[in-house]
C-alpha cells in the first residue's frame, strides 16, 4: 500500500470544544466512536482528540470535552459549515451515548 500524499491546506483550520455529560458508565472510547461517525458524512477534513475527562467524586455522571479540528483545502470555512457539522456531531452523542452539552 503506497503512502497517501495530501499538502498543508492554504486556508485556516477552525477547532471547537465539544463538552458531553454522560452517565459514569460510558467510556470515552463511545463517545469518540459517536464523534467520529457523525464526522464521517462531513467532506471537511477532521481531527478528533481528547481534552478533558472530568467526574466529581460520588457522582453518577462524567464530563468528556473533545476538541474538534475542521480543515478545508479548496476555501475558508464559514461559521455556518462548521455549525452544521457539530449540530450532527451533539445530535449523534444523543441518539448513541445519551450524552447532552454542558
Known sequence: K???YTPISRYPSTDR???FKVNADITYQQVID??????????????????????PKG?????ITVR????????????EEVVSVVD???AAVLRDVDGRVV
Do not use: G
Request: glycine content about 0%; aromatic content about 4%; proline content about 6%.
Open 2 to 4: 503506497k503512502p497517501q
Open 34 to 55: 459517536s464523534v467520529k461517525s457523525a464526522l464521517i458524512a462531513t467532506p471537511l477534513e477532521t481531527d478528533v482528540s481528547p481534552v478533558d475527562i472530568y467526574q
Open 59 to 63: 457522582m453518577d455522571t462524567r464530563n
Open 68 to 79: 474538534i479540528k475542521f480543515t478545508a483545502h479548496d476555501h475558508t470555512l464559514t461559521s
Open 17 to 19: 470544544d465539544l463538552c
Open 88 to 90: 450532527a456531531v451533539v
